[in-house]
């Protein structure tokens, strides 16, 4: 898919939350049904922050769409970016907005990507065709970074200095490779369920928070309301 395509949109992080997140979810709990209230809290509960997702430049659209599309079906919250050239660019079609559901986070470099998670306590592991380490070994890693890399160039000379390891998904026939966005979705799928650590309360609130802001029609001006500010 062309970055020019009129279908493409750039990617960015979610806007912070302008109010504390139980004014936010006293204010909107009360306007949507419960059957939407109890789904965005089972999604929340599914949610983990143990495993993360780094797109190192990936630059075609359908592909960056089709990952965020996987990291929202397998609970993956954050999706770290590395920008390349082209930005950060998704389709509308393939994402079906699952990008406002995330945490999309961007960096210029895959050093500040790296430091950052270095920082938050993740081992780093890129995609790397032949490797022996297959995404079933890195299930017991506590807090875990997994990388793929851009479709022509692969993993920058950065990320890869900075990983602790490969892994490469095991494959029984001819073909030497798959999709990026095939190969993030099996590694995604393997990792996410395997008794993660659970949410703190806090994150879990506030991502309940975000997820009502986005599930209701002009839900600043309901908050205002329920404030009585309007």
């Known amino acids: 898919m062309r970055a020019d395509d009129p279908d493409v949109i750039e990617i960015k992080g979610p806007p912070p939350l302008e109010q504390p997140s139980e004014l936010v979810i006293e204010a909107l709990s009360r306007v949507v049904t419960p059957k939407r209230l109890q ?9 983990t922050d143990a495993v993360v997702v780094v797109l190192d430049r990936i630059a075609d659209p359908h592909n960056a769409s089709a990952v965020l599309r996987s990291a929202d079906a397998f609970g993956i919250q954050t999706v770290h970016v590395i920008v390349g050239e082209q930005g950060f660019r998704a389709s509308r079609g393939v994402s079906k907005g699952t990008h406002r559901w995330l945490d999309v986070v961007r960096y210029e470099s895959a050093d500040t990507c790296a430091r950052r998670l ?6 780093i592991y890129v ?3 032949g ?4 995404p079933a070994d890195l299930v017991s890693i506590p807090r875990l970074a997994v990388v793929f890399g851009n479709e022509h160039r692969g993993i920058s000379p950065a990320m890869r200095a ?4 490969t892994f490469s998904i095991p494959m029984r026939g001819f073909v030497e490779s798959l999709n990026v966005s095939v190969a993030a979705a099996i590694t995604m799928q393997t990792l996410a369920g395997q008794g993660r650590a659970p949410l703190t309360p806090a994150r879990s609130r506030a991502l309940q928070a975000r997820f009502l802001m986005n599930s209701v029609k002009n839900a600043e ?9 309007d």
Do not use: D, W, Y
């Not at 490797?131 to 297959?134: N, V």
């Not at 900075?162 to 390891?165: L, P």
């Not at 001006?221 to 500010?229: D, S, T």
């Open 39 to 47: 789904r965005i809290e089972e999604v929340v509960r599914a949610r």
């Open 118 to 123: 270095r920082e938050e306590g993740f081992e």
């Open 127 to 129: 995609a790397e065709m």
């Open 131 to 134: 490797s022996a380490t297959t």
């Open 162 to 165: 900075a990983a602790n390891g």
């Open 221 to 229: 001006g309901v908050i205002a309301q329920f404030l009585g500010n």
